[in-house]
């Protein structure tokens, strides 16, 4: 058989026939398929404004930008996230400050919020890691309380939902990525959502060298190009038309994992976040190291991947004074790191391939034993 992947894309004629059309009207820039794959998302997602951009680190960016955050803030960011959601906070010049997560769901904790607030605490970043929501509804409470701004790093999480709100329209702005391995893609690209004019208005003059309106010569403010392209829109409106279908793969492939493996005492999985109705972007399990167990199933062919190294410990911050890093539990952070696996989760993946993972998982704990 042949090597099972973690995850690639699902692409067929639907996209080309997008792109083409694209190709035939010779007009590659952001212009009509963007306006209209925006404008799709906004019904989606029922938020009032969104803002394709090209990428969602950038996106994120534009996002802390936009809500004013900059040299002497400080900005909560978990600890086990995607090192972008880090680094689009220090392109402001703020700092960064790691928050540990709930081991159960591997999200934000509120409750490690709560002890880390102080008055240079400008905002807060959950991320809704592999298409769980964070305790949305406990961080509003803090917000009120605290009144830092919520940017929501919804990149894993389209079609979410936290008591019937879609992922990224709780907070006051957020977005996802459209990254090739991502629920639906565009090849590279995002999308900002808001339910705030003055963010949208600040966040499209930025994306646009700082003007208002495309092929103007007059800035008023200094912005940059994080524009979107019509082929990016093209795949995303294909892509789009499928959202459901994938959707409901994913959790016929969680179902089938949870099926033949949450008896087995060894293996548990991630804890779903009350109110929240969960896409599982992965399939996770938590195992005592897991290494071993991703070792043995690539000589069958078989690829994992981790979950994210921890921010703390990442070499390219050591010593870096805008991350603070002393709220950190680096016991159980390296703990959560090593116990952690994210099996072959691709909606075109086969029921044998599902098997094949299933019965080499039980052979890996057999011969353990």
């Known amino acids: 058989m042949k090597?099972?992947?973690?995850?690639?894309?699902?692409?067929?004629?639907?996209?080309?026939s997008y792109l083409k059309r694209v190709i035939k009207s010779k007009y590659l820039t952001e212009n009509k398929l963007t306006a209209q794959f925006e404008e799709e998302v906004k019904k989606l997602?029922?938020?009032?404004?969104?803002?394709?951009?090209?990428?969602?680190?950038?996106?994120?960016?534009?996002?802390?930008?936009?809500?004013?955050?900059?040299?002497?803030?400080?900005?909560?960011v978990p600890n086990n996230t995607f090192i972008a959601t880090a680094n689009s906070i220090l392109l402001t010049g703020a700092k960064v400050v790691l928050c540990d997560v709930d081991s159960e769901t591997f999200n934000i904790?509120?409750?490690?919020?709560?002890?880390?607030?102080?008055?240079?605490?400008?905002?807060?970043?959950?991320?809704?890691?592999?298409?769980?929501?964070?305790?949305?509804?406990e961080i509003i409470k803090l917000k009120k309380?605290?009144?830092?701004?919520?940017?929501?790093d919804a990149a894993q999480a389209i079609g979410v939902y936290y008591k019937k709100k879609h992922a990224g329209t709780i907070g006051d702005a957020g977005g996802f990525s459209f990254y090739?391995?991502?629920?639906?893609t565009t090849g590279e690209g995002g999308m900002i959502i808001t339910n705030n004019r003055k963010i949208y208005e600040k966040i499209h003059e930025f994306k646009n060298y700082g003007r208002k309106?495309?092929?103007?010569?007059?800035?008023?403010?200094?912005?940059?190009?994080?524009?979107?392209?019509?082929?990016?829109?093209?795949?995303?409106l294909a892509q789009l038309t499928k959202l459901n279908r994938f959707?409901?793969?994913?959790?016929?492939?969680?179902?089938?994992?949870?099926?033949?493996?949450?008896?087995?005492?060894?293996?548990?999985?991630?804890?779903?976040?009350?109110?929240?109705?969960?896409?599982?972007w992965f399939t996770n399990i938590k195992i005592k190291n897991s290494k071993k167990l991703q070792k043995f199933l690539s000589l069958k062919n078989i690829e994992t991947r981790s979950g994210f190294y921890p921010l703390h410990l990442q070499p390219c911050y050591k010593g870096f004074k805008k991350i603070i890093t002393k709220y950190v539990d680096?016991?159980?952070?390296?703990?959560?790191?090593?116990?952690?696996?994210?099996?072959?989760?691709?909606?075109?993946?086969?029921?044998?391939?599902?098997?094949k993972v299933v019965k080499n998982i039980k052979l890996f704990l057999s011969e353990k034993n």
Request: glycine content about 6%.
């Open 3 to 16: 090597k099972i992947k973690q995850i690639y894309p699902s692409i067929n004629n639907i996209e080309l």
């Open 45 to 76: 997602t029922n938020a009032k404004f969104a803002i394709a951009v090209n990428n969602w680190t950038l996106g994120l960016f534009c996002c802390a930008q936009s809500l004013g955050i900059g040299p002497g803030d400080e900005v909560i």
């Open 109 to 137: 904790k509120p409750e490690n919020i709560k002890k880390i607030l102080n008055a240079r605490t400008k905002a807060v970043v959950p991320v809704h890691l592999y298409g769980n929501m964070c305790e949305m509804e």
């Open 145 to 152: 309380i605290q009144n830092f701004k919520i940017i929501e």
């Open 180 to 184: 090739g391995n991502k629920i639906i």
């Open 213 to 236: 309106s495309k092929g103007l010569y007059f800035h008023e403010k200094i912005g940059y190009n994080f524009k979107f392209t019509e082929m990016q829109a093209a795949l995303g």
């Open 247 to 280: 959707i409901k793969k994913k959790q016929k492939i969680f179902d089938f994992y949870y099926n033949n493996l949450n008896k087995i005492k060894q293996i548990s999985f991630l804890k779903q976040t009350a109110k929240s109705k969960i896409v599982h």
């Open 330 to 355: 680096n016991e159980e952070a390296i703990k959560n790191y090593n116990n952690f696996l994210c099996l072959p989760s691709s909606v075109e993946i086969k029921n044998l391939e599902l098997k």
